[in-house]
């Protein structure tokens, strides 16, 4: 980790400093640590998200980093067919490959930098699952997924499919170019993510040389956060202590500041950030495992329509047998 970098950043377009006469930075809120678990088939995953106020998160619901897990030839494990409804899945990958495929005709193979965004809207199913190939040796997998939600008017939108590559990332540097910033989506001080969302949001993954500090301009009526993947260091003004696997969540402003610590952890060499942040949508949320709506009625509905068979069926595997083969 990370899988997108550059040889020279010097070459980079570099990210201006905010006038501190004019620019207001965010206060650190809270800072919070994510605690472990299991997703789909057994993957480990750490719960992002947990323990904060849905108020502080809005637009985002739910985030879990993805390993990091060195997988043994046989290990590797994804999530099986399942819906969901009324909001986006964004899942990077920094180390592995993950292929996903959904009822929509949606799908593909994310591997090193690369990030599916997969609207699920009115409603579909879908699976993330390693290759084959990957089974069988095992290796690294590192990756992040994102629930977006969606604004009531938007729920129903149609599903797509989001494929974009690592490569595609606007890449950017602080002045002195002690950080690499890529921009996933929408816009760090005007320059833009390929990333289309339906809900306004920015998506970023910066690495913090040891000792340096990033200051972000940020949109002043989005939210923020600050996620570590890797790393120490600080944030805020009064330089919060925060590391791998905490969440630190900012007050109002339009800048928000992050440091690497001097001196990093031996199998880490910089601070790891993921920074993100959207309009809040300010809406009732009524959330049950794979549905997320604004009433409860509706999440009854979804589930209803799940059973019914209404929200897309699985695609017939190409070249299965299509007659009962028998054995001794």
Do not use: C
């Amino acid at each position: 980790m990370p899988a997108v970098t550059v040889s020279d950043i010097t070459v980079l377009p570099r990210i201006h400093q905010p006038d501190p006469a004019v620019a207001t930075e965010r206060a650190v809120k809270s800072v919070t640590s994510a605690p472990s678990g299991f997703e789909g088939e057994g993957f480990p995953v750490r719960r992002a998200f947990a323990g904060v106020d849905l108020r502080d998160l809005d637009p985002f619901i739910h985030m879990d980093q993805m390993g990091e897990v060195d997988y043994a030839p046989g290990e590797p494990k994804g999530t099986p067919w399942h819906p969901h409804r009324g909001f986006e899945t964004v899942t990077y990958i920094l180390d592995g490959i993950m292929e996903h495929q959904d009822s929509n005709g949606g799908g593909g193979v994310i591997s090193n930098g690369d990030t599916q965004w997969m609207t699920a809207g009115s409603g579909l199913l879908h699976i993330e699952a390693p290759p084959e190939h990957l089974v069988v040796s095992g290796g690294l997998f590192h990756g992040i997924q994102l629930w977006v939600n969606l604004p009531k008017s938007l729920k129903w939108a149609a599903p797509r499919y989001q494929d974009i590559r690592g490569g595609d990332s606007a890449l950017l540097s602080t002045e002195d170019g002690g950080a690499l910033i890529r921009v996933i989506a929408g816009s760090v001080d005007g320059h833009d993510g390929p990333g289309s969302t339906h809900t306004p949001i920015t998506l970023v993954h910066a690495t913090v040389s040891p000792g340096a500090e990033l200051v972000l301009p940020w949109q002043p009526e989005y939210n923020a956060l600050v996620y570590v993947l890797a790393g120490q260091g600080t944030v805020g003004t009064d330089r919060r202590p925060i590391r791998k696997g905490q969440l630190a969540v900012f007050g109002h402003g339009d800048t928000l500041r992050t440091a690497a610590a001097a001196s990093q952890p031996q199998a880490e060499p910089n601070l790891e950030v993921l920074v993100l942040g959207g309009r809040p949508i300010r809406e009732s949320i009524a959330m049950a495992g794979p549905f997320v709506m604004n009433t409860r009625a509706e999440v009854i509905q979804a589930f209803e329509d799940f059973q019914a068979g209404r929200l897309g069926t699985i695609p017939a595997v190409h070249n299965a047998p299509t007659t009962l083969q028998e054995s001794d």
